[in-house]
């Protein structure tokens, strides 16, 4: 015993200490990215904000070295580091680059378009610096990728005794894709300078930019009239520029749309000199309709607004790819309801289909004890055999609907009664302990409608939910079936007529909704008339649940469905 608990003790120490090692590098790393962002907020050049970034790396017990391959104008890589101390590693690799040489771990890099480790392979590196440190660190190449602009590549060496070098790997690509995004904004933010100064330098220099821009660039005067557009707004508009200058922005916007040029109008009466970054839908003359985004900024001549001058882009992809998304998440919520769905499905019919069986032997035990007649242990194991033969369909149900979608369920034309009765003659074979009436009335014979083997299920809850909640001495269930027409459609109505509990009116309201967060055992009404709820959703129904006795909850429920008529 008292190894058992040095055992456990030691147990319990080593993972405390590796949860610690856990915590303290992820709090080094944390802090290394926290830094790396604040980088990114102020650093004005590229180079500058990797030779940095490496500085914090290197400054930390993971990291033994870091650099980054920044990619030229000429697809060409530029060594960019911060540790001076290694001048001969670096030139080493300068000169490969001079050569017209790519290492082979950054070729992998490339040709991959991922993240590498170099592999612990004599064979890999050859005829280059970073093999003498290979054997002593992991070296991770992580990618410099914003959107579809590949910056270069980030290398670092993470020394062989940090904990979970998984972890670490896997935060080196996030910071990785931080500073991409870095980059990309410092390059944004130079040619938006450019831009501007280009602009100020004349305007012919300025028109001639303009011209060439795949951008819609335009300005307009304080009243929305155009004064001025560039070879793309015009190709856009597809019109000429003199049909389009003079001419109100208004009426190439929707009316719906036009909230976002009335905050621009408000910020400039203001006397707001700051950019304004909006959406919009331009109405093109065939009456095409264009999302839009548009950077505004004002015209300012002596210290006065005269203008708004705006850069547009066209927004057709993006918007297409977040309704993607949009309709992306949907589907993988329909499909967790429908795991919860089959779950739920499951838990509870075995549940009945357990205490079937139980029922059963307990019966059988009873025969044996007192050698009864040997034909009443055949009939109770011939409900056991029943009760298994249930839970044998019931997994091959949830195993096919686990195959097909909410849409496609594979649905077939079902008659009613036949399964209605098979229902009643398995539920009145496993409840025995109490006198149990069941009666169907049901006038119409053939009455078909659209179902699956689901059907079953459904009627059985419905059954088992009265016998349950039925305090009387005998338990009395009426089942009406018949065919009703509603505005000229045809459905097919059951009503579960009992002498039970009842249910109070503010639980009605409440019965068929499941309660997801409720993590207590679920039992009763709320878990088995939820599923009925589910399958008659399915089936196209609707349920609903009255009182037996109009005016008097208390004397038993009517659950009422309908479905409709094949």
């Given at each position: 015993m008292s190894n058992l608990k040095s055992n456990s003790s030691e147990k319990v120490i080593n993972n405390l200490e590796a949860r610690n090692k856990e915590l303290y590098y992820e709090n080094i790393l944390l802090k290394i990215?926290?830094?790396?962002?604040?980088?990114?907020?102020?650093?004005?050049?590229?180079?500058?904000?990797?030779k940095n970034s490496c500085a914090l790396l290197e400054s930390s017990s993971i990291f033994r070295?870091?650099?980054?391959?920044?990619?030229?104008?000429?697809?060409?890589f530029e060594v960019i580091h911060f540790d001076n101390q290694e001048s001969e590693f670096f030139s080493a690799l300068e000169e490969i680059f001079e050569r017209g040489g790519v290492p082979k771990c950054l070729s992998e890099t490339l040709s991959n378009g991922k993240g590498f480790i170099i592999p612990k392979d004599s064979k890999f590196c050859t005829d280059c610096p970073l093999t003498e440190y290979n054997e002593n660190y992991q070296?991770?190449?992580?990618?410099?990728?914003?959107?579809?602009?590949?910056?270069?590549?980030?290398?670092?060496?993470?020394?062989?005794?940090?904990?979970?070098?998984?972890?670490?790997?896997?935060?080196?690509?996030?910071?990785?894709?931080?500073?991409?995004?870095?980059?990309?904004?410092?390059?944004?933010?130079?040619?938006?300078?450019?831009?501007?100064?280009?602009?100020?330098?004349?305007?012919?220099?300025?028109?001639?930019?303009?011209?060439?821009?795949?951008?819609?660039?335009?300005?307009?005067?304080?009243?929305?009239?155009?004064?001025?557009?560039?070879k793309a707004m015009e190709n856009f508009l597809t019109?000429?520029?003199?049909?389009?200058i003079g001419k109100n922005v208004l009426k190439f916007v929707p009316k719906t749309d036009r909230s976002p040029l009335l905050r621009r109008s408000e910020l400039r009466d203001k006397g707001d000199m700051s950019h304004l970054i909006y959406e919009i839908e331009a109405k093109l003359p065939d009456g095409k309709k264009i999302p839009l985004e548009v950077n505004s900024v004002p015209i300012i001549e002596d210290g006065e607004i005269i203008g708004i001058h705006c850069v547009a882009r066209n927004i057709t992809e993006r918007k297409k790819t977040e309704k993607a998304l949009r309709k992306s998440k949907k589907k993988y919520q329909k499909a967790f309801n429908r795991a919860e769905f089959y779950k739920d499905l499951f838990a509870h019919d075995i549940r009945n289909i357990l205490q079937g069986i139980l029922t059963g032997l307990q019966l059988i035990e009873f025969h044996l004890k007192r050698n009864t007649d040997q034909s009443e242990t055949i009939e109770n194991l011939g409900i056991v055999k029943d009760q298994i033969d249930r839970g044998q369909r019931l997994v091959l149900n949830i195993k096919k609907l686990s195959k097909i979608t909410h849409e496609e369920m594979g649905l077939k034309t079902m008659e009613v009664l036949p399964i209605l009765e098979q229902c009643v003659e398995n539920i009145t074979k496993v409840f025995t302990k109490r006198p149990l009436s069941i009666e169907i009335n049901c006038k119409k014979k053939g009455l078909k409608i659209k179902a699956n083997e689901l059907l079953e299920d459904l009627f059985e809850n419905l059954m088992i939910n009265s016998i349950k909640h039925n305090n009387n001495q005998k338990i009395q269930i009426t089942i009406n079936v018949f065919e009703i027409e509603q505005d000229g459609n045809k459905f097919v109505r059951l009503e579960f007529i009992d002498n039970g509990m009842g249910i109070q009116d503010p639980r009605k309201e409440q019965l068929f909704i499941r309660a997801y967060y409720n993590r207590k055992k679920l039992e009763g009404l709320g878990l088995g008339l939820s599923l009925v709820k589910r399958i008659i959703d399915l089936y196209k129904g609707e349920i609903w649940v009255e009182n037996r006795v109009k005016e008097d909850y208390s004397k038993g429920s009517k659950f009422i469905f309908e479905i409709p008529k094949v």
């Open positions: 990215q926290v830094r790396i962002n604040r980088l990114i907020m102020l650093e004005e050049d590229s180079s500058e904000l990797i070295l870091s650099f980054g391959l920044l990619k030229d104008g000429k697809n060409n070296i991770n190449l992580s990618y410099l990728k914003y959107q579809r602009n590949l910056y270069g590549v980030l290398y670092t060496f993470i020394k062989k005794n940090t904990h979970n070098l998984n972890k670490v790997s896997e935060k080196l690509d996030e910071i990785s894709k931080e500073l991409a995004y870095g980059i990309y904004s410092i390059n944004l933010e130079k040619e938006k300078k450019k831009s501007n100064k280009d602009l100020q330098k004349s305007e012919k220099k300025y028109r001639l930019l303009s011209n060439n821009a795949r951008d819609l660039i335009y300005a307009h005067d304080l009243e929305g009239n155009f004064i001025y557009l560039n019109l000429k520029k003199e049909e389009i």
